[in-house]
């Protein structure tokens, strides 16, 4: 008989341990089985032999004791030999054990249920597990964007200022100018230029309206019978809220690459795909795998740049799709063409650990944000004063002590 075709209820006292279990079980993870016990119920029935010695869950029957619970499921495995018993007690454990994780799936999950409001500590992961598994980015401050006219004035954000952050700098000011850029980066020159420069596609219209406003899944045109909606149920749909924006500095003509080519070691340039014919032939291009795997939608699967690095192509895997977000969780965008914090220290390991970093056209500055938890430093410059403001403040809550400098640090 297979033993899970009957579930039996029987008093505590009946079961006991095997006498040969090597299977040890802390105090702290009895208390962590206990708590399930208390959140979910039973989930996972005993697996014992006839006379009530256990084959599989000696944590969940010490987890019962401390709850002080009087009857416990069982499932018997009747007719089972002493070596068929004693091979699966090691079995149940050991295979167990050999299964693996998704790491960037599970941070998604883990951080999806925080926000819920779930308690994450029940299960079963440590405090410094958890710790190293949600840290990635999990400490960048959210920017205020809907606060951003009252942040300007409390910065007082213009063209033409230098802002000293803590080893980082950022200018307000424009990167397509040789002496504003000659003043940010001081001569020096950086060993990675990372950067996602206006390309001429007006990505916010004249309204200031970003962000889409269709349900998640759906299509530009064509509905639910288009290919990319693989998937999609309208019943489901879930709205992507639109947000404001001003139209980016010079997104409404195309980008020449040429002035910002040799201005660092390793140049990487985001858009690169809509003018790959103003720029040389590489072997490396990155691709920013953004969907991973969830369903098609009207999102990009993926967003391509342009490297000046003599290496073989690179896939760099960060979820952030629409809702869908590998980290951040909570924040809202707050510029157009945002990209992830954790994005930035993967690619900034990749090219110029712990170097000297450049962003040219830097928006709400995540890649400081990148630099300063990796050890690196950044030069950045964003020419909108609003912008500006908001990546002021995301400084100073990370207790950086933005100070405005007269001139550029020679």
């Given at each position: 008989?297979?033993p899970?075709?009957k579930?039996?209820s ?27 016990i208390?959140e ?44 068929q018993?004693r ?5 149940d454990?050991?295979l ?8 960037e ?29 949600l840290?990635?980015?999990?400490d ?11 942040l300007?004035k ?18 307000c ?6 002496a ?8 020096k020159?950086p ?8 390309y ?14 269709k349900?998640?899944g759906s299509?530009?045109s ?17 709205i ?7 139209p ?6 195309p ?13 990487v ?13 590489s072997?490396?291009w990155?691709c ?16 391509l ?27 809202r ?9 954790d ?7 990749e ?13 709400t ?6 630099a ?8 950045a ?12 403040e ?17």
């Amino acid at each position: 008989m297979n033993p899970a075709d009957k579930v039996e209820s029987w008093p505590i006292e009946r079961c006991s341990p095997a006498a040969r279990n090597p299977r040890t079980h802390s105090a702290v993870q009895v208390a962590q089985i206990a708590a399930s016990i208390r959140e979910w119920g039973w989930t996972i029935p005993l697996l014992v032999d006839e006379k009530g010695v256990l084959i599989a869950g000696h944590g969940r029957l010490l987890a019962a004791k401390k709850l002080g619970l009087k009857k416990v499921p069982v499932m018997v495995a009747a007719g089972w030999t002493e070596k068929q018993k004693r091979a699966y007690l090691l079995a149940d454990n050991k295979l167990a054990l050999n299964a693996g994780w998704d790491s960037e799936l599970l941070k998604v999950e883990l951080a999806d249920l925080r926000e819920l409001g779930a308690d994450i500590s029940i299960i079963g992961f440590a405090d410094d597990e958890l710790r190293e598994i949600l840290g990635a980015g999990a400490d960048a401050p959210e920017p205020k964007l809907d606060q951003a006219a009252e942040l300007q004035k409390k910065w007082r954000t213009a063209r033409g200022q230098f802002w000293q952050i803590g080893r980082h700098r950022l200018m307000c000011g424009d990167a397509y100018d040789p002496a504003d850029r000659n003043s940010l980066l001081a001569g020096k020159r950086p060993q990675l230029l990372h950067t996602d420069p206006p390309y001429g596609i007006s990505i916010v219209s004249t309204k200031g309206v970003g962000g889409g406003s269709k349900p998640f899944g759906s299509t530009v045109s064509g509905g639910a019978n288009r290919k990319s909606s693989k998937g999609f149920d309208k019943r489901k749909a879930k709205i992507i809220q639109s947000n404001v924006y001003r139209p980016i500095h010079g997104d409404d003509k195309p980008f020449d690459p040429a002035q910002f080519l040799g201005l660092a070691e390793v140049v990487v340039l985001w858009g690169a795909n809509y003018f790959a014919d103003k720029l040389p032939p590489s072997s490396c291009w990155v691709c920013w795998d953004k969907r991973e795997a969830i369903t098609r939608n009207t999102f990009a699967d993926c967003e391509l740049a342009w490297c000046s690095d003599d290496s073989p192509a690179r896939i760099f895997h960060h979820l952030w799709n629409g809702i869908h977000k590998g980290s951040q969780h909570g924040e809202r965008r707050t510029h157009p063409t945002e990209k992830p914090v954790d994005l930035f220290k993967a690619i900034g390991a990749e090219y110029a650990p712990k170097g000297t970093w450049a962003d040219l056209f830097a928006g709400t500055c995540a890649q400081i944000i990148a630099a300063e938890q990796t050890g690196a430093t950044c030069f950045a410059s964003e020419i909108e004063p609003i912008y500006v403001a908001v990546a002021l403040e995301r400084m100073s809550e990370m207790d950086l002590k933005p100070k405005l400098a007269e001139k550029a640090a020679a």
